[in-house]
């Protein structure tokens, strides 16, 4: 398979890794499904790779695909010389193949084929001669109705020069490497637009080469562009290109004919080649740029679905408020609503009545845990509820989504006699207690943790999102008994119609209480079965590994390990006194490999076992908002969103903080990424606080001890600001944008 050979030659892995992931894909296979159930298939690749192969695959076939069209296309035209098909073949990128097909490609009319039907090719290939003539004299012999003189003769001639070429295959390759070595992306304000493009101020007069150009800045010239505010081009300097094409094309020594060669070249590049080239160029910047901002946003989306979860407890969540009062809901261990009030803790004469209806809540229901939205009045309402001192914990939580959510028809399905009030209250609560499972009701692009979100391929968005949440979703594994059909809907295997059928079918049994149920699902066979099984979990199930993320078609494995052992399957289950006495190599097969059976001890040792860290308590300085920010304070922080030019960071005043890039620590690094990840709890100190831009920056790396130096060695060089892929402090902080919902 020619495909695979590519794959595995690119990705530096065997033949025959590559062949298994497309075999299994082609089978119907799911990503998270090949990477934990077929390790021995895959000789051990993970999620990122097999995905990688996946990706590389559909872009290799589409290559191939437009390439058989544009062989057929020149062979019906009878035109598709062994030459021609040796370029094909050694073409590598989509734009190679379509500068061999451009002269054959079907066109609207054109100034040059205007010229060849009024019978003017012939001066156009006397003309490339380039020899000493007189030009002028026979130019007039091609005056004729459609000629009105011998210019118009010449310049029909150029016309037919400038589309030669422009379709020389040679040439493109060459300007394209010039372009991508030496082109600038430009861009300048419009003249009457000053004032109304003011957030564009940074872009009024800019200029920076596309090899180095970081992809945020891509994007906002872009967006700069199509708003209208913005002039842009791409292009490198004019007379390094046009020498490049003189090259190429001037034989001759300077007479009459090579002056109006020289006149085609200039009208070539100017009117066809460098606005060609700007066009492609401009698509691959902007694709450049969204891939990165996608990734950006796919990570921080990842490790939000990963928060820290409280677990299955009885949860308290308040959606703060002044004016409106506090919406109050109580759920139990489930999420199951119990109970809904509204309280005013920001009015004197009603804060008696608040305390009194939080404490009999507490006690009717056994609450064991606050969860309180970070919105408006967030901050004061933790303060009113820690000031009851009822010594349960309290937690701030991030309450982007919320909203929408509250608004969806996911929530009218779930709450249809409850209004957006007290579905975003119980969102609130739900997402304390497990973030994964109530993210994934929401959009994620509602969820606050993007980059330029909105103006990305939407297309590849949320193809790359929901990647994300798949790969999450079946790293955590799922309750198959309380499960939501959003949340079963992401599972390996499963999709919307069986999610529903699998609630449908619990509903009506009560509840599974084996996998081996699942069979019974309306519409969920064998194939299904076998890439789902694994990642939903029976707690209590009949079957002692049903709540384990044991593959059912290992069961008989684990069975005969009990069996001989003298044990029955639950005494292997979280026992690692008896898995020690298991030898691994000898139950190793011809279709179970040693990957497989390590996987199979290691969470047979703990089973079930949640990927994502426990939740710890947080709390921050006794400052309520930005007029009580200070430059030089000392502040306690979470991270609430990550870019490519700094950290955003919640100091508990409603408006969060950057750290640009070059605060986050004392080594050099171009992503923030490298050292942080979403909802790290950090020290900052205030650097700059402008009220009325709202916006705060911070450091991170002034609150730590910078490492000593060592001796004997040369410092490494600074980078220039022009190098680092960020934004300079004031340009970041023009990019502050204000949180989902706040």
């Not at 050694?90 to 193949?97: D, F, K, S, Y």
């Not at 609560?429 to 606050?448: N, Y």
């Not at 289950?573 to 030898?583: F, G, L, M, P, S």
């Not at 490519?644 to 005043?653: E, S």
Request: glycine content about 6%; some cysteine.
């Amino acid at each position: 398979m020619e495909i695979a050979v590519q794959i595995a030659t690119a990705m530096n892995l065997r033949l025959m890794q590559v062949e298994k992931v497309l075999s299994l894909l082609e089978e119907g296979a799911t990503i998270p499904f090949i990477a934990r159930y077929r390790k021995d298939v895959t000789g051990g690749l993970d999620e990122v790779q097999i995905q990688k192969i996946q990706d590389d695959a559909k872009a290799l076939k589409e290559f191939n695909d437009r390439k058989a069209f544009i062989e057929k296309t020149i062979a019906e035209q009878g035109k598709l010389t062994d030459a021609i098909q040796e370029k094909l073949n050694a073409a590598t990128t989509i734009a190679e193949l379509e500068d061999i097909y451009l002269p054959y490609k079907p066109k609207r009319k054109t100034k040059a084929q205007t010229a060849r039907e009024n019978g003017l090719e012939p001066l156009a290939v006397l003309l490339m001669e380039q020899k000493e003539q007189d030009i002028a004299s026979i130019a007039a012999t091609y005056v004729n109705e459609q000629v009105k003189d011998a210019d118009a003769a010449l310049q029909g001639a150029r016309d037919i020069i400038a589309e030669n070429i422009n379709e020389n295959a040679e040439l493109r390759a060459k300007l394209r490497k010039l372009f991508e070595e030496s082109a600038t992306l430009q861009s300048k304000v419009l003249a009457d637009k000053t004032e109304e493009a003011i957030k564009y101020k940074d872009y009024f007069d800019f200029s920076e080469p596309i090899h180095k150009i970081p992809s945020h800045r891509i994007l906002a010239v872009m967006r700069g562009f199509l708003e209208g505010f913005l002039r842009m081009n791409i292009a490198p300097v004019e007379e390094d290109a046009i020498a490049m094409i003189e090259d190429q094309f001037i034989t001759g020594h300077l007479n009459a004919s090579v002056e109006q060669v020289k006149k085609a070249i200039k009208d070539a590049y100017r009117r066809l080649l460098q606005p060609s080239l700007e066009s492609e160029f401009r698509t691959a910047l902007k694709a450049r740029g969204d891939e990165e901002a996608i990734a950006v946003f796919a990570e921080n989306l990842r490790q939000l679905l990963l928060s820290s979860p409280l677990g299955s407890k009885r949860v308290l969540a308040i959606d703060p408020g002044y004016r409106t009062g506090c919406k109050v809901v109580c759920l139990d261990e489930k999420g199951e609503l119990l109970h809904n009030d509204l309280i005013y803790v920001h009015e004197a004469n009603r804060l008696e009545t608040s305390r009194w209806t939080i404490r009999e809540l507490v006690a009717k229901h056994n609450i064991q845990a606050f969860a309180i939205g970070d919105g408006t009045a967030g901050r004061e309402t933790e303060q009113f509820i820690k000031g009851l001192q009822l010594k349960l914990p309290v937690f701030l939580v991030n309450e982007d989504g919320a909203s929408v959510y509250s608004a969806s028809e996911t929530a009218r399905e779930e709450f249809p006699n409850h209004d957006v009030t007290v579905r975003g209250a119980v969102s609130i609560g739900r997402r304390l207690m497990d973030p994964l499972a109530e993210l994934v009701k929401i959009d994620p692009k509602s969820i606050g943790v993007g980059q330029y979100q909105h103006d990305v391929n939407q297309f590849r968005l949320k193809e790359k999102l929901d990647q994300t949440v798949v790969s999450c979703v079946n790293q955590v594994g799922v309750n198959l008994n309380t499960a939501s059909k959003h949340l079963l809907q992401y599972v390996s295997g499963i999709g919307g119609t069986l999610a529903e059928n699998i609630i449908r079918y619990r509903s009506e049994i009560g509840g599974f209480k084996s996998r081996q149920q699942l069979l019974k699902v309306p519409r969920l066979g064998g194939k299904a079965y076998e890439q789902c099984a694994g990642f939903l979990r029976v707690p209590q199930g009949e079957h002692p590994l049903d709540a384990t993320a044991v593959h059912p078609e290992a069961y008989p494995l684990v069975e005969q390990m009990a069996k001989d052992l003298g044990l029955p399957v639950q005494e292997l289950v979280a026992n690692e006194t008896n898995i020690k006495q298991i030898d691994p190599k000898k139950y190793v097969t011809e279709t179970l490999g040693t990957l497989t059976i390590q996987d199979i001890l290691k969470e047979l040792s703990k089973p079930g076992l949640d990927p994502r860290s426990e939740l710890e308590q947080f709390s921050f300085a006794d400052i309520y908002s930005m007029e009580d920010v200070k430059v030089g304070m000392v502040l306690p922080g979470v991270v609430t969103n990550l870019t490519r030019f700094g950290a955003f960071v919640d100091i508990g005043v409603k408006q969060d903080g950057l750290v640009h890039v070059s605060e986050v620590a004392h080594r050099y690094i171009t992503d923030p990424g490298e050292v942080l990840k979403l909802n790290d709890k950090v020290q900052v100190k205030v650097l700059e606080v402008d009220i009325a831009r709202k916006r705060i920056a911070l450091s991170i790396k002034q609150t730590q001890d910078a490492p000593p130096k060592c001796s004997g060695q040369k410092p490494k060089p600074m980078q220039k600001e022009k190098d680092l892929s960020n934004l300079s402090m004031g340009d970041a902080l023009s990019a502050l944008k204000q949180k989902f919902g706040k």
